[in-house]
C-alpha cells in the first residue's frame, strides 16, 4: 500500500519555573528522550510528542542551538495528564501549542500539485524549516516529501518548499484526504501506474516464506499495490514443470526499480541464492542482464549490489525481520 498523506508530530511549548526539574521529571518519570530539535525529528512519527522547554515563551527565539526539546511516544492532553497527576503542575508557568506539518507524499510534478493546493485553498509558499520553526504561525503548514510516509521523517527528508494555508489543521487534513488522487495525479501529469506480473519460484516450496519478505518490503517501501495472487505451472525445461505463484502488482514506480528490489531479495546476507522472483512487464520479463554495470557482473554480483542498496532502504527492524525469515528458509533445506 502507498500512504499519500499522515501527520507530523505533535508539538508542545512548555514555559517553566525550573527547566532542569521539570527535564529531569520527564527523564526519569516519562522515559523522554533528550536530543536537539533536528535529532529528534528524524526519530518521531505521528504518534509522537516533541516537547520544547523554556523559561521565556514571549521570547521570539524559543528555539535555539541550546533548547531542551523531548520525545515522548504519547498525546499531548496525556503528558498533560501525567504532569498533574504527579504533581508537577507547579512546574509550568504557561503552555503553548506550536504548529504541526501535514505531509504529503508526491511523485513527478510537484509545482503541479502546489499549484493545484494554492488553487484550492489560497495559501503562499515558504520554506519548511523556517516554518517549522516558527511557533507564530497561525496557518496550516503542507510538507511535501518523495520518502514513504511509514517511516519517521527528518526536516531533510522534506522538500524545501511547504505551504502555509489559511485553514483550521483538522479541516484542511480532512480535505486533503478526500482530494489525494486528484492531487496525485496532477503530478504524475496523467502518467498510467505499471501493472506487472511478480512470479516466485523456488524447487524447495518455501513459497509462504518468500512471500512473507517481499509482502514486508513492498509494504515498507510502499512500493505498491498487491491485487491478485494464484498458482501455476511453468516450464522451466522440456519435459518438466515447476510450481509458480504469481502476483498481480500495481506500482508508480519503473520496471528496472522493482526489479532492484526483487533482486535483492534473490539471495541471503551471505549471498545465498534462496528462489527466482521474475517480473513481467506485460508479455516482456524484465532481465537481470538490464542492471548490469558492465559485462563482466554476474548474475551474483548484481544480486549482491542490490541487496546491499535494499538493505541501505530498510530501517533496522526490517532488516532483522528479512533476516529471520531468510534464517528460517536455509534451516529448512540445504543450499
Not at 511549548?13 to 527523564?27: M, P, R, S
Not at 520544547?52 to 503528558?79: F, G, H, W
Request: proline fraction near 2%; include cysteine.
Amino acid at each position: 500500500m502507498i500512504s499519500l498523506v499522515r501527520k507530523s508530530s505533535k508539538h508542545l511549548v512548555i514555559e517553566t519555573y525550573d527547566v532542569n526539574a521539570i527535564g529531569d521529571y520527564f527523564i526519569d518519570t516519562l522515559k523522554a528522550f533528550k536530543s536537539s530539535f533536528y535529532t529528534v525529528s528524524s526519530r518521531t512519527n505521528e504518534d509522537y510528542t516533541i516537547i520544547y522547554i523554556t523559561d521565556d515563551i514571549s521570547s521570539a527565539a524559543i528555539l535555539s542551538k541550546d533548547t531542551q526539546v523531548y520525545m515522548l511516544p504519547l498525546d499531548s492532553d496525556e503528558i498533560l495528564c501525567r504532569i498533574t497527576n504527579d504533581k508537577k503542575h507547579h512546574l509550568v508557568k504557561s503552555l503553548r501549542v506550536a504548529p504541526r506539518q501535514i505531509i504529503m507524499r508526491y511523485f513527478g510534478n510537484l509545482d503541479k500539485i502546489i499549484y493545484s493546493l494554492l488553487k484550492d485553498y489560497g495559501g503562499k509558499i515558504g520554506n519548511i524549516k523556517e516554518s517549522a520553526l516558527n511557533f507564530e504561525l497561525t496557518d496550516s503548514i503542507v510538507a511535501f516529501t518523495d520518502k514513504p510516509l511509514s517511516r519517521n521523517l527528518s526536516l531533510d527528508d522534506l522538500n524545501e518548499r511547504c505551504l502555509l494555508i489559511p485553514m483550521p489543521f483538522k479541516e484542511l487534513y480532512r480535505n486533503l484526504k478526500l482530494k489525494l488522487l486528484g492531487y496525485l495525479n496532477e503530478g504524475l501529469e496523467n502518467k498510467n501506474w505499471f501493472e506487472f506480473d511478480i512470479r516466485i519460484y523456488d524447487i524447495y516450496n518455501a513459497y509462504h516464506l518468500h512471500y512473507r519478505r517481499l509482502r514486508h518490503v513492498i509494504d515498507n517501501l510502499e512500493l505498491g499495490l498487491i491485487l491478485g495472487e494464484n498458482w501455476s505451472r511453468d516450464h522451466a525445461v522440456i519435459l518438466m514443470t515447476v510450481g509458480v505463484y504469481s502476483i498481480k502488482f500495481f506500482t508508480l514506480f519503473e520496471p528496472k526499480y522493482i526489479k532492484k528490489i526483487l533482486m535483492g531479495l534473490e539471495i541471503s546476507s551471505d549471498n545465498k541464492r534462496l528462489c527466482d522472483y521474475d517480473l513481467y512487464y506485460g508479455k516482456k520479463k524484465i532481465s537481470w542482464i538490464e542492471l548490469a554495470q558492465n559485462k563482466k557482473e554476474s548474475r551474483v554480483d548484481v544480486a549482491a549490489r542490490c541487496r546491499k542498496e535494499l538493505i541501505d532502504m530498510l530501517p533496522p527492524s526490517s532488516v532483522e525481520y528479512i533476516n529471520n525469515i531468510e534464517k528460517e528458509i536455509t534451516g529448512s533445506k540445504q543450499i
